[in-house]
């Protein structure tokens, strides 16, 4: 039997663009790795913090992105995806400079969501910071306008010690303020049939919201392994 080589790492299929930020990132953050079943390839991206990316729309950043990517891609890469769904922005732009493909953000399953759901119903979108997430954000995901959004923000914890990049984390004050934004949006929009977790965060707190809403949760962990499931199909073995 022979193999070809020409990559640095094999096994890894997809390469995680993340932030440069220092949050505790528990179990079932995109960006730590034993929330993945299987292996991902991280690269920082040095200088792009939470607050350049989410507060200040990323300006000046997407050459870092560009460049960060394709080091990933040297090294072995199949596919490329971001730990910030605010990165919507440069979903186009990524896979215009790159050579495999990009899914940016938890935000491009919107519409397909939509698809999964009865013709009085539609997804709403939970977000770390709805006063940053702009049109412009939505209309690079694919979302749909008029989309119901939901925001932790103004709740005692996540959204400040996220884009705060604090050094510690409250994780059941996290999680209390993901659940009440989550039942707020519900409440205001009775038509929503399935959430979709903008902020790669949020994760750890899906089951909860699922459970408090009684509606389907889909998030970046759904989304990615949904692509690494293209990058990498399983093989079976015949009996």
């Known amino acids: ?7 640095s790492i094999y096994g890894a299929s997809v390469g995680i663009l993340m932030l ?3 949050f505790p990132r528990i179990v079932g953050d995109m960006g730590n790795a034993l929330t993945w ?19 200040e729309g990323a300006e000046g950043t997407l050459p870092l992105f560009i460049d960060a990517a394709k080091e990933l891609i040297a090294d072995g890469v199949d596919g490329i995806t971001t730990n910030c769904g605010f990165l919507a922005l440069f979903q186009e732009e990524l896979t215009a400079a790159l050579s495999v493909p990009v899914a940016t953000s938890s935000l491009m399953q ?6 999964l759901l009865s013709s009085n119903k539609r997804a709403g979108i939970l977000t770390i910071s709805a006063s940053s997430l702009t049109k412009q954000h939505l209309v690079k995901a694919g979302v749909p306008a008029n989309t119901p959004i939901g925001t932790t923000e103004g709740g005692n ?11 510690e984390l409250d994780i059941e004050l996290a999680r209390e303020d993901n659940v009440a934004a989550a039942l707020a949006l519900q409440k205001a929009n009775t038509d929503i049939g399935a959430l979709v977790l903008e902020c790669t965060n949020m994760i750890p707190y899906a089951a909860d919201i699922r459970a408090a809403t009684g509606l389907p949760v889909f998030t970046i962990e759904s989304f990615v392994s949904w692509f ?9 073995q015949q009996m």
Do not use: C, W
């Open 110 to 115: 919107v519409d397909m969501v939509n698809r």
């Open 228 to 236: 690494q499931s293209g990058l990498q199909p399983k093989r079976y």
């Open 37 to 55: 079943p299987f292996p991902v390839h991280y690269k920082i991206v040095r200088g792009a913090s939470p607050k350049k990316v989410v507060l």
């Open 1 to 7: 039997m022979k193999v070809s080589g020409g990559k």
């Open 20 to 22: 440069d930020a220092q």
């Open 157 to 167: 914890e996540f959204t400040r010690a996220i884009l705060g990049n604090e050094f």
